[in-house]
């Protein structure tokens, strides 16, 4: 399997959202980490499984809650570049820094 690597943007935004959780209810936020892990351990494990979009970036939707794991599948490597609630804005993300995606 490829390793993962996790954009400085996307873990800000898991993070935010672990923590938004658990505001919400006690143990939500570590309901959702485990979410977030085992739909990064789905993609790692069969990172085609989704048709890309038009930039390249593929993404996975958790089951349990209402967000989007935006992905690119490398050559060597997974680069998940976003962690997104689905009420945000579709593709947002890409108007971020180059600096932030892989090989740049």
Known sequence: MKPVRISREAERELLQSIEFYDERRQGLGERFAVAVQGAISTIQS???????QEDGTRHYLLR????????LDQPEEIW???GAHT??????????????????
């Not at 349990?64 to 992905?71: G, T």
């Not at 945000?88 to 090989?103: T, V």
């Open 87 to 104: 009420s945000r804005k579709p593709g947002y993300w890409r108007e971020r820094s180059e600096n932030d995606w892989p090989n740049s």
């Open 46 to 52: 069969n990172p085609l499984r989704k048709d890309p």
């Open 80 to 82: 998940i570049v976003a």
């Open 64 to 71: 349990s809650f209402p967000f989007i794991i935006q992905y």
